[in-house]
């Protein structure tokens, strides 16, 4: 199976900050990586698909990028309502795994 | 809108099981896939399994392939997943969801993406 690490694990930040997140598979996936953005108690939702684009109704302060192995996921500035934990994950092979996530809470 | 509403909260001894429903709406069900996606206590997400709601073709993860089993009723637009042998491993939050799908030409594929989710049920293995 791919697998999928994340970094960091946990990011601190305030409001207004740019972040991003790392994802890197354990072999070339191209670009057949999706985002997900996971609230407490809630379930994912989904922000970016195919590496870069972006899904429906997902505000433009998120962007996504890369190919291969190493895969970004960008937040602009960062609003009240992103403080969550963002997973990655990989449709290349079967099965499709996920990153570990990355929590993004209030610095 | 699309919704997808699933079965509530299940507590099972070890060894039973569970067999979990989620009901579609807002779009033609046949029309899109559905998987099946878990979450272990503070672990990262899993896929379980997939399901073409049109012909009823299944996918499933290869190491607990043979004790679960997902499958559909298109009259009810609903899908199901069963574990059997339930451990405390299987403890955790499962999700349905459905497949994003792709379009060429016509012709529809699965991207094994998943856009929309059910608010997820909490199965509970306890002795």
């Known amino acids: 199976d791919i697998q999928m690490t994340q970094s960091p694990s946990i990011l601190s930040a305030s409001v207004g900050d740019r972040v991003t997140i790392t994802c890197r598979a354990s072999?070339?996936?191209?670009?057949?990586v999706a985002w997900y953005q996971q609230r407490p108690g809630k379930a994912p939702n989904l922000l970016v698909f195919?590496?870069?684009s972006l899904e429906n109704g997902v505000p433009s302060r998120f962007s996504g990028s890369g190919s291969g192995t190493e895969f970004t996921l960008t937040i602009s500035r960062l609003q009240p309502d992103d403080f969550a934990t963002y997973y990655c994950?990989?449709?290349?092979?079967?099965?499709?795994?996920f990153g570990q996530g990355t929590k993004v809470e209030i610095k | 809108q699309v919704q997808l509403v699933q079965s509530g909260a299940e507590v099972k001894k070890p060894g039973a099981s569970v067999k979990l429903s989620c009901e579609a709406s807002?779009?033609?069900?046949?029309?899109?896939?559905i998987h099946w996606v878990r979450q272990a206590p503070g672990q990262r997400l899993e896929w379980l399994a997939w399901?073409?709601?049109?012909?009823?073709?299944?996918r499933y993860l290869k190491r607990v392939q043979d004790r679960v089993t997902i499958s559909r009723d298109t009259s009810a637009s609903t899908a199901y997943l069963e574990l059997s042998s339930l451990t405390s491993e299987d403890t955790g939050v499962y999700f349905c969801?459905?497949?994003?799908?792709?379009?060429?030409?016509?012709?529809?594929?699965?991207?094994?993406?998943?856009?929309?989710w059910g608010q997820g049920a909490l199965v509970t293995v306890s002795s």
């Open positions: 969801a459905r497949d994003r799908r792709y379009c060429n030409n016509s012709t529809c594929y699965s991207m094994f993406v998943f856009d929309f």
């Open positions: 807002g779009y033609t069900f046949t029309k899109y896939s």
């Open positions: 399901i073409n709601t049109a012909n009823g073709d299944t």
């Open positions: 072999q070339s996936i191209s670009h057949w």
């Open positions: 195919k590496a870069s």
């Open positions: 994950q990989q449709y290349h092979s079967n099965p499709q795994t």
